[in-house]
T-cell receptor, first 115, second 115 residues
Framework: AQKVTQAQTEISVVEKEDVTLDCVYE???????LFWYKQPPSGELVFLIR??????QNEISGRYSWNFQKSTSSFNFTITASQVVDSAVYFC????????????FGQGTELSVKP | DSGVTQTPKHLITATGQRVTLRCSPR?????VYWYQQSLDQGLQFLIQ???????AKGNILERFSAQQFPDLHSELNLSSLELGDSALYFC??????????????FGAGTRLSVL
């Protein structure tokens, strides 16, 4: 079975704190892609990052960083020095390579950053 | 702005009715995906079309159907509506058929309320 689990339903932090959003996935495929999307209060889904299953190099983009560990089937997302504008629901998603590109989403983590 | 256009933004209708949701993909994108976001089911993949042909099917009810037209816009038809069909319906598009290789860009969604 293919599945994405985001165990943290809600996280609340104070501005400037660092926060890590956890994502664990299940798949038997050797080739797959992982994504993070952000859904701000306005409702649209915004793409943040894509990684393929062969590239375990961690990535940093400004205040965002991602830690992909195939050995633990995890693809965690860290926001450094969080800001109020980071408040949103964050979704981790899995795309198996030979299934037409459908995204299998986790349940999402609602991040609230308070001033 | 993702470049994916969905209309209408909001739709209120009654049980038993039929509605049509419309999606225009980003310029140059050939693949269109439909997703449903509800409180109990989360974000679920419904169906994918590539250049006018159905490519992948997910948890789409028989009362729902979709198509992609020669100009690449897509419509999702929902019939015999039930209260449980109330949800946010997203359309996404990507460049090629193999969505796992290409990022899916999402529209702002159509919020359907069935009363």
């Amino acid at each position: 079975a293919q599945k994405v689990t985001q165990a943290q339903t809600e996280i609340s932090v104070v501005e400037k704190e660092d926060v890590t959003l956890d994502c664990v996935y299940e798949t038997r495929d050797t080739t797959y892609y992982l994504f993070w999307y952000k859904q701000p209060p306005s409702g649209e889904l915004v793409f943040l990052i894509r990684r393929n299953s062969f590239d375990e190099q961690n990535e940093i983009s400004g205040r965002y960083s991602w830690n992909f560990q195939k050995s633990t089937s995890s693809f965690n997302f860290t926001i450094t020095a969080s800001q109020v504008v980071d408040s949103a629901v964050y979704f981790c998603a899995l795309s198996p390579y030979n299934q037409g590109g459908k995204l299998i989403f986790g349940q999402g983590t609602e991040l609230s950053v308070k001033p | 702005d993702s470049g994916v256009t969905q209309t209408p933004k909001h739709l209120i209708t009654a049980t038993g009715q039929r509605v049509t949701l419309r999606c225009s993909p980003r310029s140059g994108d050939l693949s269109v995906y439909w997703y449903q976001q509800s409180l109990d089911q989360g974000l679920q993949f419904l169906i994918q079309y590539y250049n006018g042909e159905e490519r992948a099917k997910g948890n789409i009810l028989e009362r729902f159907s979709a198509q992609q037209f020669p100009d690449l816009h897509s419509e999702l038809n929902l019939s015999s509506l039930e209260l449980g069909d109330s949800a946010l319906y997203f359309c996404a598009s990507s460049l090629t058929e193999q969505g796992a290789k290409n990022i899916q860009y999402f529209g702002a969604g159509t919020r359907l309320s069935v009363l």
